[in-house]
Each structure stands twice: as C-alpha cells, then as structure tokens.
C-alpha cells in the first residue's frame, strides 16, 4: 500500500508490518540474551563443583598431614602429593578462565544483535534546532520536573532544579505533594486523608459528576465490615455518610446495607463476598489521581509520559520512511517543521483534540491555515478556499453550488 505525502513523493506505508518487525528485532535480542544466560549459570554450577572437588583433595592432604605429621611421611610421596594437588588447580583456574572467556564472546553477541536490530543512530529523524533554545531547555526541564513530581519521586525533581536552575513556583509544586500524600496513604490502605480531600472539594467534585466521595465511604465501609461483628454498631453509625448520595446511589447502598445480615457468619461466606474483592484499592486510586487532575486542571497522565510512548510508537515508522527517502534520493521532505512526511496512527489513546484535514489539499489544518465552512456545508481549508476562488467566485469542488468565497466561515473544533 502506498501512500503520498504533502510534497508529493510517493513513499511505501509500513504502519502495518512495524509492529511484527519490532517484535521480531526484540525476539532476535531475547535469543541472544538467554544463551548468555545459560552460559552464566551453567559456569556458576561448573565452577562451584570443581572448586568444592578442590577444596576436598586439599582438606584431605591436610588431614592426612595433621593425623601422620610431617617426620613420619614419606617425603617423596608428599612432595608428589602436593605437585599433583597443585596441578590439579592450576588446570582448574585456566579451565574456569577459558570458559569465562567463552562467555566475553556471547556477551558481544548481544550487543551485535542490538545494533543488528535496532538503529543507534535517530538524529536524521528528529528537528536539529528543536532544543537549540535556552527557552526550549526550559521548558523541557520544567516538563520532566513536573513529571517527577508527577511520581511522587520528590527529592529528584529537587536535585534537578538546582542542577539545572529551574525555579518552580510552590505554587505549582504544593498540589503535586498533596496529591501523592494521599495517594501514598491510599496505597496503605488508609483513606482519611483521601476522605477530607474530599469532603474539601466536595462541591467541585459534584460539578465534575465525580462519584469518589461515595466510594471512600463506600469502601470505608466495607472496610468495617471485613472486621466482623464487632464492628457492627460502628458501620450501622458510619452509614449516616451515605445519606447526601441516597438518589444517586441507592442501589449501591441496598447492597451494602443487606450484606449486614451475613456479618455474623462472615461477609466472605455470604452472597455479598465481592464486596471484599482487593482490587478495589487499585482501582479508588485511579479515580482519585482522575478527579484529582481534573481538578487542578492537569491531565490525568504526565505529558512527558505520553510524548514518549507516542515518539516511540512514530519512530520505527520514521525509521523505515527514512531509508525509503535516501533510497530514492529524494530532498526536501523533512523541511516541514510543523508536521511530519506521513501520517502516523497512534490509536485512539492518543486522541486529545480534533484535527481536521482538508480534503482538496490533503493536509491539515492550523492556526494560519483553519478550516472554512461553505455556505453549502462541505469544509475546506482557507488555502484551498484560496485556490479555488476565480473571479471573485467560488465553486465547491463536492457541488456545483457557486458562492461568494467572503461568506465562508470560519470553524473552531
């Protein structure tokens, strides 16, 4: 399948054949990593068995020195006793030697596979000038700090401010460690804190529909009822938090309330046993890190995080778009600083924002070149507007309606 790109060089589409390529380059290493594997374990056993065979002759000699002592022995028998017993190591240290040497050579190996499989070298693909800025440097260590912050690794992102001067407002830092304050005690098990959070930005969290302050209650309950009938009377008097969120809820709360019955029994031994499933710790800090991003107006994974795993998905694609490039010696391809020679799908996880392509120049949109809606309904960019206009008139290229190009209207996605 081919596909052609803005300056109309046609270049073959490999989207579709990249990830069984990249499987197969990893495959190639991971055969290579697991013969040195074996090699280093097979050594270990080995080596550990001629050595214990060594230390046995040599407590033999000794014994044997230590019962008779020396004045009684033969001398000569001794002396050949003990040349033997230090040709037996000598042998033994050059085989181990030769045999760690053997493992050097598939050490290598490995490190062929990798540059046999995998291109070392990507700065063809990547903008010179994209960091040539002490602006853009900024903003790059800004972003990795907040990305740190992001993980809770604190101390880090400290250590690279001061390495790299970025001075990071408390402003901004502050959310990031209340954050990771409650989710670390949420990770613990405890859910006070996520529970005054909450109770905190309770309007805010109704305005977002968020349904978290219910499900702290909720698995505080739960929490109660997992410590048998001597918590009874503290979960009856704990349900009262369930009231605000009775409309909303309601069937939710039937069931907590019914599972009671079996509390004397044990709630594992009841119908309601999937009220005490485990996931459910995992599954209230992800609600909480979505509520609380969306609060703060973050999203919900760190930037940086995101920019990678795209970079590394588009880059095998790049990769093979390249050699093609330099195959047919074409110029001129990569000089587009605000889009890339082809189009790459990164699945629907990457979706954040529309994007709007116009049909005629088959090119996408952008803040100098938006998209324009004709009075009959089809959209155009402005440069394809442009192109089309004669005398003053436009004729839409899906109709034959002929209209003023002035009564276009812009569209905001």
Same mark, same amino acid.
């Given at each position: 399948?081919?596909?052609?790109?803005?300056?109309?060089?046609?270049?073959?589409?490999?989207?579709?054949?990249?990830?069984?390529?990249?499987?197969?380059?990893?495959?190639?290493?991971?055969?290579?990593?697991?013969?040195?594997?074996?090699?280093?374990?097979?050594?270990?056993?080995?080596?550990?068995?001629?050595?214990?065979?060594?230390?046995?002759?040599?407590?033999?000699?000794?014994?044997?020195?230590?019962?008779?002592?020396?004045?009684?022995?033969?001398?000569?028998?001794?002396?050949?006793?003990?040349?033997?017993?230090?040709?037996?190591?000598?042998?033994?240290?050059?085989?181990?030697?030769?045999?760690?040497?053997?493992?050097?050579?598939?050490?290598?190996?490995?490190?062929?596979?990798?540059?046999?499989?995998?291109?070392?070298?990507?700065?063809?693909?990547?903008?010179?000038?994209?960091?040539?800025?002490?602006?853009?440097?900024?903003?790059?260590?800004?972003?990795?700090?907040?990305?740190?912050?992001?993980?809770?690794?604190?101390?880090?992102?400290?250590?690279?401010?001061?390495?790299?001067?970025?001075?990071?407002?408390?402003?901004?830092? *502050?959310?990031? #460690?209340? &954050? +990771?304050?409650? !989710? %670390?005690?949420?990770?613990?098990?405890?859910?006070?804190?996520? $529970?005054?959070?909450?109770?905190?930005?309770? *309007?805010?969290? #109704?305005? &977002? +529909?968020?349904? !978290? %302050?219910?499900?702290?209650?909720?698995?505080?309950?739960?929490? $109660?009822?997992?410590?048998?009938?001597?918590? *009874?009377?503290?979960?009856?008097?704990?349900?009262?938090?369930?009231?605000?969120?009775?409309?909303?809820?309601?069937?939710?709360?039937?069931?907590?309330?019914?599972?009671?019955?079996?509390?004397?029994?044990?709630?594992?031994?009841?119908?309601?046993?999937?009220?005490?499933?485990?996931?459910?710790?995992?599954?209230?800090?992800?609600?909480?890190?979505?509520?609380?991003?969306?609060?703060?107006?973050?999203?919900?994974?760190?930037?940086?995080?995101?920019?990678?795993?795209?970079?590394?998905?588009?880059?095998?694609?790049?990769?093979?778009?390249?050699?093609?490039?330099?195959?047919?010696?074409?110029?001129?391809?990569?000089?587009?600083?605000?889009?890339?020679?082809?189009?790459?799908?990164?699945?629907?996880?990457?979706?954040?924002?529309?994007?709007?392509?116009?049909?005629?120049?088959?090119?996408?949109?952008?803040?100098?070149?938006?998209?324009?809606?004709?009075?009959?309904?089809?959209?155009?960019?402005?440069?394809?507007?442009?192109?089309?206009?004669?005398?003053?008139?436009?004729?839409?290229?899906?109709?034959?309606?002929?209209?003023?190009?002035?009564?276009?209207?812009?569209?905001?996605?």
């Amino acid at each position: 399948m081919s596909r052609r790109n803005t300056t109309g060089v046609s270049v073959v589409c490999v989207c579709v054949s990249v990830p069984a390529l990249i499987m197969e380059q990893c495959a190639c290493v991971e055969r290579e990593l697991e013969k040195v594997l074996h090699r280093f374990v097979m050594y270990g056993h080995q080596s550990e068995e001629r050595l214990d065979e060594l230390l046995r002759s040599v407590c033999e000699i000794r014994g044997q020195l230590v019962a008779f002592g020396v004045q009684d022995a033969d001398l000569s028998v001794l002396s050949q006793t003990m040349a033997q017993c230090c040709k037996n190591i000598k042998e033994t240290v050059q085989m181990l030697a030769s045999r760690h040497k053997d493992i050097h050579g598939s050490v290598s190996k490995v490190g062929k596979a990798i540059d046999r499989n995998f291109d070392a070298e990507i700065s063809a693909v990547v903008a010179e000038t994209v960091w040539d800025t002490p602006e853009r440097q900024k903003y790059l260590s800004e972003t990795i700090v907040e990305h740190l912050y992001r993980q809770g690794m604190l101390s880090v992102a400290e250590d690279l401010c001061q390495e790299s001067g970025v001075v990071i407002d408390m402003s901004m830092k *502050q959310p990031f #460690l209340e &954050l +990771n304050r409650i !989710l %670390e005690a949420l990770r613990m098990q405890d859910l006070r804190p996520a $529970l005054e959070w909450a109770v905190t930005n309770r *309007q805010r969290l #109704l305005d &977002l +529909n968020s349904s !978290l %302050e219910f499900k702290l209650h909720r698995l505080y309950f739960i929490s $109660l009822l997992s410590g048998g009938i001597g918590n *009874q009377m503290e979960a009856l008097q704990y349900a009262r938090h369930f009231q605000p969120f009775a409309s909303q809820h309601q069937r939710d709360i039937q069931i907590l309330m019914g599972s009671l019955v079996y509390l004397r029994h044990g709630i594992d031994n009841s119908p309601y046993r999937s009220l005490l499933e485990t996931n459910q710790w995992a599954e209230i800090c992800n609600i909480f890190t979505r509520d609380a991003c969306a609060l703060l107006g973050l999203s919900v994974e760190s930037p940086l995080s995101v920019s990678f795993a795209s970079g590394c998905m588009a880059l095998p694609v790049l990769m093979n778009i390249k050699q093609v490039i330099e195959q047919r010696q074409c110029s001129g391809v990569w000089t587009h600083k605000d889009e890339l020679p082809i189009e790459i799908d990164l699945g629907k996880k990457c979706w954040y924002h529309s994007v709007f392509a116009c049909p005629i120049l088959r090119q996408q949109t952008s803040e100098s070149n938006p998209p324009m809606k004709l009075i009959c309904g089809h959209v155009i960019s402005r440069d394809a507007l442009n192109k089309l206009t004669n005398a003053g008139k436009l004729k839409c290229p899906y109709c034959p309606m002929e209209q003023n190009p002035s009564h276009a209207k812009q569209i905001y996605f």
